[in-house]
């Protein structure tokens, strides 16, 4: 158990729907990013947070959103879904807001949610 | 802008064998460089890091050494296992930004 949280862990819906993900960070870590998997990507980064706030935004569609709450959890939120949304999705939680030369800013992922889009 | 490259796999290897995933990166000055791995079924797992130049992470009988020269971070194995049958990322941080980008992740097969 790597201390990150994700629900749910599969998800099949039909195309033209909304679906929202749901991602615990561990425990005292302040930073949630978004990450899309698909066979034909490999992992492309959709957002970051930290504290509350959006830090770092990729390659995510304006059909997806997302946010962080107060207590740090954070929702990613697919709207007007596609067949090609289909894909692993995972969100990763970190102490910091960003890297340092440290090193000390690691990434902790979850098992990530698998949307089917049909 | 920054970027990681990966070896193309799969990579399939008898047990025992020995492991090199190539890995070759693009960035603004000298960023921390990291190995992640993931098992069937579950999310990534940190398996190693380097911070600085010249620098060896190792875990778990991997290693990568960090070449600013070749700015390279290759990841190693003397004798792989069945159970480190499993897709490996190379990935470092973005410079300035506060994102993390990842290579397109190599799988790993090791036949019993």
């Known amino acids: 158990d790597s201390g990150v949280t994700q629900t749910p862990k599969h998800l099949i819906t039909a195309t033209g729907q909304r679906v929202t993900l749901r991602c615990s960070p561990r425990?005292?870590?302040?930073?949630v990013y978004w990450y899309q998997q698909s066979l034909d990507q490999g992992l492309q980064f959709l957002i970051q947070?930290?504290?509350?706030?959006?830090?770092a935004k990729g390659n995510i569609l304006e059909r997806f959103s997302a946010q962080q709450f107060p207590d740090l959890h954070s929702e990613l939120n697919l709207s007007s879904l596609e067949l090609g949304d289909s894909a692993l999705y995972f969100c990763?939680?970190?102490?910091?807001?960003?890297?340092?030369?440290?090193?000390?800013?690691?990434?902790?992922f979850g098992a990530g949610s698998r949307l089917t889009v049909l | 802008g920054d970027s990681v490259t990966q070896m193309e796999g799969p990579v399939t290897l008898s047990e025992e064998a020995f492991l090199t995933i190539n890995c070759t990166y693009t960035?603004?000055?000298?960023?921390?460089l990291f190995w992640y791995v993931q098992y069937p079924g579950e999310g990534l797992q940190l398996l190693l890091k380097?911070?600085?130049?010249?620098d060896k992470g190792s875990n778990k009988g991997f290693e990568a050494t960090y070449r600013k020269e070749t700015t390279s971070f290759h990841l190693e194995k003397g004798s792989v296992q069945v159970s480190d049958s499993a897709v490996y990322f190379c990935?470092?941080?973005?410079?300035?930004?506060?994102?993390?980008?990842f290579g397109t992740g190599t799988r790993l097969k090791v036949l019993a």
């Open positions: 990763a939680s970190s102490p910091l807001k960003g890297e340092t030369r440290s090193g000390a800013n690691v990434l902790t």
């Open positions: 380097a911070t600085k130049a010249d």
């Open positions: 990935a470092l941080p973005v410079s300035g930004t506060y994102k993390y980008i």
């Open positions: 425990s005292g870590d302040l930073s």
């Open positions: 960035a603004t000055g000298y960023p921390s």
């Open positions: 947070y930290y504290n509350g706030e959006e830090r």
